[in-house]
């Protein structure tokens, strides 16, 4: 009786040290791949960060190498390098704001077919995007035609068209969409690309369309392809209107017109400020390019 009571207490003692050997390790087990998980969230957003500065650096790098091009431009004018024609940014200010009447009577039919036109290119990317998604054949043309677009000086293809059309805004908004025409192409061949990315393995596992697989995640592949093309067109569109007008395609009002009639009259102090007008509003269409492209921005990140 007594051997017999004695075995089942000893069972119990001799497996409760095992399953409390066993469980640690099991346990440990377990936890690994969440420890193994959380080191590599960690590592990827220490890559991150340091890849990507914070914003009060990227606002203090960004003010600084603005404020570096005046400075640089006032220590020119201030040698005498290159003569009296070159004046200081001080000096730009002050004419600007004494011709400021003139000037800008003469800006708004240029910012007038700025606008149109990339009104125009913005309606042609649009539909454009859409259509290299559902038919990625028209990438190879796109390049092409941004190639051979680019190659026609713009300078000498707008007095051909004066030949053939009516000098005045028409024509000036007709140089200003095809002097935007090739970032525009090429941002096309570039977002069809990025589209496409991943959608013969992923897409042909779950078995998406086209433009259900752009509409769901190659639309997001190629938003930073967009927003680089954007940045570009619409500052190329403004200085395609100042060509224009440059080369004949208005003879009465433009910005373009203000800068050739200034430096046949040496007239030094309206010229700078006219180039300086002209640079601030590419730099507002610049910005303007990227805030439009910002909510998108953030929603891939």
Request: with cysteine.
């Amino acid at each position: 009786m007594t051997a017999t009571t004695a075995a089942p207490a000893a069972a119990p003692a001799a497996t409760s040290p095992a399953a409390s050997a066993t469980s640690p390790a099991a346990s440990a087990a377990a936890s690994t791949p969440d420890k193994a998980t959380a080191r590599r969230a960690a590592a990827s957003r220490s890559v991150s960060g340091a890849a990507r500065p914070s914003t009060p650096v990227r606002v203090l790098v960004a003010a600084a190498a603005v404020a570096a091009l005046p400075a640089l431009w006032a220590a020119l004018a201030a040698t005498g390098w290159l003569g009296p024609s070159l004046i200081g940014p001080v000096a730009t200010v002050r004419a600007l704001h004494d011709q400021w009447s003139m000037i800008w009577w003469n800006a708004e039919p240029t910012l007038t077919a700025t606008v149109v036109g990339a009104g125009i290119l913005l309606a042609v990317t649009a539909v454009g995007v859409v259509a290299v998604a559902a038919v990625p054949a028209l990438t190879p043309a796109l390049g092409g035609a941004s190639v051979v677009i680019g190659s026609l000086p713009l300078i000498a293809v707008t007095p051909a068209l004066a030949l053939v059309m009516t000098r005045g805004q028409t024509l000036v908004t007709t140089v200003t969409v095809l002097s935007g025409l090739v970032p525009v192409a090429a941002m096309l061949a570039g977002s069809a690309l990025a589209a496409a990315r991943g959608r013969d393995e992923l897409g042909a596992l779950y078995s998406a369309g086209r433009l259900r697989w752009w509409w769901h995640v190659g639309f997001w592949n190629s938003v930073p392809v967009l927003d680089l093309g954007l940045r570009a067109m619409l500052p190329a569109c403004f200085v395609g209107a100042i060509v224009a007008e440059w080369s004949g395609a208005t003879g009465t009002r433009g910005l373009g017109q203000v800068m050739v009639n200034a430096l046949f009259s040496y007239q030094p102090e309206v010229l700078w400020a006219a180039l300086l007008l002209a640079a601030l509003a590419a730099l507002a269409l610049f910005a303007l390019a990227a805030a439009l492209m910002t909510p998108l921005r953030r929603r891939i990140r």
